[in-house]
């Protein structure tokens, strides 16, 4: 994800707002999510998210007892994940706990991949442009405005599903178009904007 621009008002917490409440009333592994990457009774997978963003994705999981390793490769989206992660230590209790599952990487996926080998890989490039007149949240455009529109989308996936063990899960828009030049998914899980589209590599 290449910097694009700067955002001093984005700031990366997860020790409150829709994140922390997310943590207590999200559902457990029966979200759409969690059942995506495969975490279910009895398998909880190791994870790698290639496309870090705002770490939520990698939290939750993290808080439902996945080891999750986050790759971002903006300078900047990193630090601010690196200062909240910081900050979740301090607070201490659940959240330093779920912290000592999460790890982050500082390059690009495509680089770090193949030499990871990891069992499940989670992709969450920036969505296309909504066919919706309202305008995008906020943060999101903010965050685009630091990382940029992953044009190499289609290449970070390619990489992906030669170097993941068990699967790789497509985090998309649920009624936009896949990805060109990638196969069809094994499985998808739809939810109400978003779907999961999961790749079974075993």
Do not use: C
């Amino acid at each position: 994800m290449s910097s694009t621009g700067s955002s001093p008002a984005l700031r990366v917490d997860f020790t409150s707002g829709a994140v922390a409440h997310r943590l207590r009333f999200g559902g457990g592994r029966g979200q759409d999510l969690a059942k995506a990457m495969g975490l279910r009774r009895g398998n909880t997978p190791q994870i790698v998210d290639a496309t870090a963003g705002l770490g939520r994705d990698a939290f939750l999981l993290a808080s439902l007892g996945a080891e999750v390793t986050m790759i971002e490769r903006s300078a900047q989206m990193h630090a601010l994940i690196a200062d909240a992660m910081a900050r979740a230590v301090q607070e201490g209790g659940v959240f330093a706990e779920i912290m000592a599952r999460m790890a982050l990487i500082q390059g690009d996926s495509k680089e770090l991949l193949p030499a990871l080998a990891p069992e499940a890989v989670l992709i969450d490039p920036m969505h296309p442009p909504s066919r919706k007149s309202a305008l995008v949240k906020r943060e999101l455009r903010e965050v685009r405005a630091i990382v940029g529109s992953d044009e190499d989308a289609a290449d970070l996936m390619r990489v992906a599903l030669a170097a993941a063990r068990k699967r790789v899960v497509l985090k998309w828009p649920a009624k936009a178009d896949p990805i060109a030049g990638i196969r069809a998914p094994s499985h998808q899980i739809l939810g109400k904007s978003t779907r999961y589209d999961v790749f079974m590599t075993g």
